[in-house]
Structures are given as C-alpha cells and as structure tokens.
Nanobody
Framework: QVQLVESGGGLVQVGGSLRLSCAFSGRTFSSYGMGWFRQAPGKEREFVATINWNGGMRFYADSVKGRFTISRDNAKNTVYLQMNSLEPEDTAVYYC???????????????????WGQGTQVTVSS
C-alpha cells in the first residue's frame, strides 16, 4: 500500500518562499506519476502541478506557472514543490498524490490519482 507524507508547510509572508516535500513509501516510486493539489477554505480542491515518472515532463496550473516548480528525486522517493513569490491566494492545504498509470502524462484531475497524502497547511500573510 502506498503511503504519502507531506511536510514543509507553514506561515510565510507575501513574496516569500516555501518548499514542500512528499515522502513516498510502499511501492516503487519511479513507477508513479506524482501531483500536487491544494484546497483553500470554502473552495474545491484544485490542481497545482504534476510530474511524470522520470521528471522529464512537468505541467502547472496557470495560477502558479512561473512561481512554483515541481521536481522529484527517485533515489530519495520524494517529490517536491518549490513555491516562490507566494501570494495570499496561495493559502491552502497542499496535498500530494500518486498516479499508478506510468504511461499517463499531465494528469490534472483528482480522479486520475490513486493515492493521497494527508496534506500540509500553507498560510501566506499580507
């Protein structure tokens, strides 16, 4: 059974940076595409970024393009989300997710992911 554990959230000022990590265990990490989603209070969970199994293809939501970077280290079984130039609108619980369909690229919907972490809170203060 795949387990995902996010870390790295916290409180940051507008314009600041944070790096989220998601530790993967239970299966072969390099066989999974990985994604980040977020859910703000009173809103639906939304796609943030996704990366394919070897890190060669990455896709982002328009709202974070140019500010966030998704990456992975298959030797460490970890996926990262580097968040720069943070804005109050980035405040949310951030979730990582794993997609067991290794052939899929650019998964942006929750239904395309099979496993989810518990989330980590990111709060951007103005």
């Amino acid at each position: 059974q795949v387990q995902l554990v996010e870390s790295g959230g916290g409180l940051v000022q507008v314009g600041g940076s944070l790096r989220l990590s998601c530790a993967f265990s239970g299966r072969t990490f390099s066989s999974y595409g990985m994604g980040w989603f977020r859910q703000a209070p009173g809103k639906e969970r939304e796609f943030v970024a996704t990366i394919n199994w070897n890190g060669g293809m990455r896709f982002y939501a328009d709202s974070v393009k140019g500010r966030f970077t998704i990456s992975r280290d298959n030797a460490k079984n970890t996926v990262y989300l580097q968040m720069n130039s943070l804005e109050p609108e980035d405040t949310a619980v951030y979730y990582c997710a794993a997609d067991r369909d290794i052939s899929r690229v650019g998964a942006r919907t929750q239904a395309e992911y099979d496993y989810w972490g518990q989330g980590t809170q990111v709060t951007v203060s103005s």
